[in-house]
């Protein structure tokens, strides 16, 4: 997160065409004058004051950068991460082709054998909050489509029909194994979710 709407930057033979073409009214060389930090050309090295997006960062204090660092460290989601939280989040691409060298990511094989609107489904229902490694949050990107997941019991999955439904584990290897593997949500199956008009006529001890 930019955090910084202005900095004060000095006129110099390199700045004066970008900040005139930007509308500053150029002075004199070492002048100083205030520019809005969407007006700072990406290479800049000006300090800004930026701070973790993650919501759940450990710091939640500011700090000062390059103004052409952040830009060089923000996601394809528009988002800057410090680095602990990167490393949480996403790991290192190096770990995870290591990971993965011997077969292809769960990911990968949802969307080579399922249809797109099944292999949609499956990531939305993956628990980012609950799939959680030695303080890295595993994606489906980064787990075999041959793991067997926490505890050999396999992976956390939300459900997308009851929010109040509380994440399951769920055996992926059995699933991309085409065994008896089921993704869905147990409780969506039991009968006082699917026929729950039914329930008065049955008698519980």
């Known amino acids: 997160m930019l955090l910084s709407k202005t900095v004060i930057m000095k006129w110099n033979p390199a700045n004066i065409k970008h900040y005139e073409s930007k509308g500053y009214p150029f002075t004199k060389y070492g002048d100083e004058f205030l520019v809005k930090v969407e007006d700072l050309s990406n290479g800049s090295n000006v300090l800004v004051n930026v701070k973790c997006d993650y919501e759940y960062c450990e710091n939640s204090y500011f700090k000062p950068m390059a103004y052409n660092t952040y830009n060089n460290t923000i996601h394809e989601n528009g988002k800057y991460y410090c680095h602990k939280c990167t490393m949480k989040l996403f790991g290192s691409e190096k770990t995870r082709k290591t990971k993965l060298k011997n077969g292809k990511s769960f990911y990968d094989w949802c969307y080579e054998n399922l249809s797109k609107e099944e292999a949609d489904n499956i990531m939305l229902r993956w628990d980012y ?77």
């Open 129 to 205: 909050e609950l799939n959680v490694k030695n303080g890295i949050i595993l994606s489906p990107k980064d787990v075999s489509c041959k793991s067997v997941g926490f505890n050999k019991k396999g992976y956390y999955f939300k459900c997308l029909i009851y929010p109040e439904h509380a994440s399951e584990l769920k055996s992926i290897q059995n699933f991309t194994y085409g065994q008896k593997g089921n993704l869905n949500c147990n409780k969506c199956n039991k009968i006082s979710v699917t026929h729950n008009h039914l329930l008065k006529f049955f008698w519980f001890k």
